[in-house]
């Protein structure tokens, strides 16, 4: 039976929270087999780069996007199961795939483009499938993907500042590249703006499922990443709405979109290239200050 969607009581049974020794392991080995959680096996290990290599992987359009999803979900059961910190972001992205993208995508009254649609969610998962079988094959990994793979093994770190730095590298980087490899054009706007909205729509759920299978509440970051304190004190909330919360993932969204349609211009791609590594560190860094004020 195919799982849909992780569930706590699954995956929580007899998984130990403790980084246990790697034993003999070569010291790349251990870092390949463990992050801040019980070692994976060598089979486990296995299975994620196969799962992840998309060389291996053929099709068009929604099934080729089914497939990938269906790949990381089980990608992220294998995290999940032991509580491996690279994990933090999977769950979330696992959760709103399931419930926001592939409803949407499946159908075609709210998404008619049945090639660009899934198209630019196909991108942008792959993007990430990508680099995390580079993590777990010794290959280059993607700059923003490097440090938070990085933060993963930093288990002395606020686990919610780790997620996060996992969601910048996926929209603030991986985003504005999808926006451009698969072809978006302006009569896409509307559509690309349906799909991210859905998404904002279910970060609930991604702050609920973090902390009901890693104990990390994404909440406070999530709500200074997307809408920021100021917004919620001059709303005069303790917890920012849903119209304000989707206002500000969708501000943040344009200008992603923005840099993905420059990075279709020849001449404005190594400017724009600089802009969203740049962009990406300056995020980063204000997410760090954040946790460290906040004690989160």
Known sequence: MRL???????????VSFALLSPGHAGAADAAVATACGTPLS?????DVVALSDLSTSAGTALPHLEEAVDRHRRITEILVAHRDWRGLFSVGLNAVEYEAVLPLQRDPAALPDRTWSPAVSYDLLARYLRNI???FSGAPVDPAWSHYFDLTRQCYASPARVAMAGYNAHLTVD???AVDTSATRPENIPDFYRIVDSIALKGDSIVTITESLYGADLGPLWRFYFVGEGLDRLAGNDQPSQSLLRAADSGYNTVTLANGFALQNPQLRPSTEQEIDGLWRVTDSALQTLSALGGL
């Open 175 to 177: 985003l504005a590249h």
């Open 133 to 135: 079988h580079a993590e």
């Open 42 to 46: 060598a089979s486990e290990i296995e």
């Open 4 to 14: 849909r969607r992780l569930s706590a009581p699954l995956v929580a049974a007899g």
